[in-house]
Every structure is written in structure tokens, then in C-alpha cells.
């Protein structure tokens, strides 16, 4: 089955600085690539998402990039802001018929003001 | 998100009850998934469910059943055979076409003492 491993667990920047969150995926088959963002005790909230033709997709101060052949995919938050801190969770999606769906076990992102 | 309706917010049980969790959709989804989260942790999938009357054990199904009489709802019932069932509990739904993220409702935090 498919496997997705999140790095790092942990990530605290400075306000107005770049921060970085990537994932590893195992199954080729893998073609769709969401994003989630979990404030405490609430929901996760899809932020941004990435399709396996696209190398590249960005809004706003969000971007996420994809390496198939690699197989990993990360999101990069530039200017940050206190407010993005919380919970980030990546997951691979295969859409055929059926959705599987695998999460990363997700990044705790503090935003030092 | 309003289209997914989890109730309660809260719930106290005591040890050795069943209890049910409520999740109700309006987003005509087809797809509908249970996940557990534990303090500081990710998403481990429950039970899922891709069209009515039909579902599939996740990760960790022990000691939890699921039905699925209705596209609209997929109540969980967290029966006295799981053994540590103190939780936060998300339900999530998806169309199962393609590229089609998770949706997420609020959460039901299940305290059993």
C-alpha cells in the first residue's frame, strides 16, 4: 500500500520568513496531491492541492511543488505570518474509480513573532 | 465546512458502553471515511466507505463499527471492544472523481472514563 512519510515533525521560523514541509510518497500510482492545514482542536482545511501533471502550483504566499520521478512533493509558505502557525498535513491520493487516500503524519509549524 | 455535519461536539461515555458518533453530508459525495487523531498526532483511518451499503475496515477497525443505509450518513459506533477509544474523531467525504480532496467536518472529541 502506499506510504508517506513528512518531514520535518516540527518547524519554527521566524515571522516573515520562509518555511518548508516536505513529503515522500511510495505509490507511483499516486496522482493527486492535497495539502491540509489543522488549527488546534478544529478541522483540517484543504489550503492547496496539486495534480500529478503539474510540477507547480502556487496561491498567493502558498506554493506546492511535485517531483514525480522522485516521488515528493512539498509546500513552501514564504512571509509568514503568526496566524499560519498550526498542524500541516500532506496526503497522496490515487483517483481511479476508487479513492484511496494516505496522510503524512504532519508538520507542527510555529511562527516566532 | 457546512456540508458535513458531525454531532456532538463532545461526548463523555463510560468505560464498557457503545457509543455512536453522528456524520451527516450534503455534498452528495459518494465516498465517506472515519479517522481517529490522537493528541500531537495524524490522521489514522477507521473505516471508509465508497457508495452506499458498502464499506472497508481502515488501519485500525478493531473495536469500531460502520454502516452506510444512506449516501447522506456514516455513523461510527465505538463499541466496549476498543480499547482506548478517548479520541478526537473526524469524518471526512470525497466525490470519487478525479482529483477530489477530502472534506472535513468539525469533529466529535469522545472522552470515556
Known amino acids: 500500500g502506499e506510504n508517506v512519510e513528512q518531514h520535518p515533525s516540527t518547524l519554527s521560523v521566524q515571522e516573515g520568513d520562509s518555511a518548508v514541509i516536505k513529503c515522500t510518497y511510495s505509490?507511483?500510482?499516486?496522482?493527486?496531491f492535497p495539502w491540509y492545514k489543522q488549527e488546534l482542536g478544529k478541522r483540517p482545511q484543504l489550503i492547496i492541492d496539486?495534480?500529478?501533471?503539474?510540477g507547480e502550483k502556487k496561491d498567493q504566499r502558498i506554493a506546492v511543488t511535485l517531483n514525480k520521478t522522485a516521488k515528493h512533493f512539498s509546500l513552501h509558505i514564504t512571509e509568514t505570518q503568526p496566524e499560519d502557525s498550526a498542524v500541516y498535513f500532506c496526503a497522496a491520493i490515487f483517483s481511479g474509480g476508487y479513492q484511496k487516500v494516505t496522510f503524512g503524519t504532519g508538520t507542527k509549524l510555529q511562527v516566532i513573532p | 465546512d457546512g456540508g458535513i455535519t458531525q454531532s456532538p461536539k463532545y461526548l463523555f461515555r463510560k468505560e464498557g458502553q457503545n457509543v455512536t458518533l453522528s456524520c451527516e453530508q450534503n455534498l452528495n459525495h459518494d465516498a465517506m471515511y472515519w479517522y481517529r487523531q490522537d493528541p500531537g498526532q495524524g490522521l489514522r483511518l477507521i473505516y471508509y466507505s465508497q457508495i452506499v451499503n458498502d464499506f472497508q475496515k481502515g488501519d485500525i477497525a478493531e473495536g469500531y463499527s460502520v454502516s452506510r443505509e444512506k449516501k447522506e450518513s456514516f455513523p461510527l459506533t465505538v463499541t466496549s471492544a476498543q480499547k482506548n477509544p478517548t479520541a478526537f474523531y473526524l469524518c471526512?467525504?470525497?466525490?470519487?472523481?478525479?482529483?477530489?480532496?477530502?472534506?472535513f467536518g468539525n469533529g466529535t472529541r469522545l472522552t470515556v472514563t
Open positions: 496539486i495534480r500529478s501533471n503539474v
Open positions: 505509490d507511483s500510482a499516486s496522482n493527486y
Open positions: 471526512a467525504s470525497s466525490s470519487t472523481g478525479v482529483d477530489s480532496p477530502l472534506h
